[in-house]
T-cell receptor
Framework: KAGVTQTPRYLIKTRGQQVTLSCSPI?????VSWYQQTPGQGLQFLFE???????NKGNFPGRFSGRQFSNSRSEMNVSTLELGDSALYLC??????????????FGPGTRLTVT | QKEVEQDPGPLSVPEGAIVSLNCTYS??????FMWYRQYSRKGPELLMY????GNKEDGRFTAQVDKSSKYISLFIRDSQPSDSATYLC????????????FGAGTRLAVHP
């Protein structure tokens, strides 16, 4: 079974631009979560989508948004990029048992550099 | 104070040693506990997933959860140079759906 895939793998953007990252979950997984990883703050939860609905959100500004499609694929968007948005953005998918917390499997990440 | 505390290391051990990695947490609502391994420039890889207290073993890896002490551990037996990576603990409460709170990660180096 193929793992979580993320595109693109690397991205360089300029301050003020916007960016869209894509994530394809493991086949059959309906939950997709996004995380930001930086050397200073570590791994931080951005948001989770399940059945095309945002189910949970972390403490990030409104410039960070996402969506999920009917095939469970997800995108996240960052508008008005700032230098501090440079990070590894990770997507994780879970089969989601409905109750509780499922095992989450991460993709390789998209490394975003903002100049 | 962070919800999850993890010593960033680095931890250096000789090949074949038993490695002990630990995390402490403050939120008593946490019930799901995971350990991930992350190689440089890669995504985290799920090693162990446990619910509530107790031990779980998988090959050379053993995960322990002590909810009364708010303390979790990962033991690696017969460590190999290929185990050199950053190990991250993660946890969540049942009401948090799939929102994981991560420790800072411990860098481990196993030298031949």
């Amino acid at each position: 079974k193929a793992g979580v895939t993320q595109t693109p793998r690397y991205l360089i953007k300029t301050r003020g631009q916007q960016v869209t990252l894509s994530c394809s979950p493991i086949s059959g997984h309906r939950s997709v979560s996004w995380y930001q990883q930086t050397p200073g703050q570590g791994l931080q939860f951005l948001f989770e989508y399940f059945s095309e609905t945002q189910r949970n959100k972390g403490n990030f500004p409104g410039r960070f948004s996402g969506r999920q499609f009917s095939n469970s694929r997800s995108e996240m968007n960052v508008s008005t990029l700032e230098l501090g948005d440079s990070a590894l953005y990770l997507c994780a998918s879970s089969i989601n048992p409905g109750q509780g917390v499922g095992e989450q499997y991460f993709g390789p990440g998209t490394r975003l550099t903002v100049t | 104070q962070k919800e999850v505390e993890q010593d960033p290391g680095p931890l250096s051990v000789p090949e074949g040693a038993i490695v002990s990695l630990n995390c402490t947490y403050s939120n008593s609502a946490f019930q799901y506990f995971m350990w991930y391994r992350q190689y440089s420039r890669k995504g985290p890889e799920l090693l162990m997933y446990t619910y509530s207290s107790g031990n779980k073993e998988d090959g050379r890896f053993t995960a322990q959860v002590d909810k009364s002490s708010k303390y979790i551990s990962l033991f690696i037996r017969d460590s190999q140079p290929s185990d050199s990576a950053t190990y991250l603990c993660a946890m969540s409460s049942s009401g948090g759906y799939n929102k994981l709170i991560f420790g800072a990660g411990t860098r481990l180096a196993v030298h031949p």
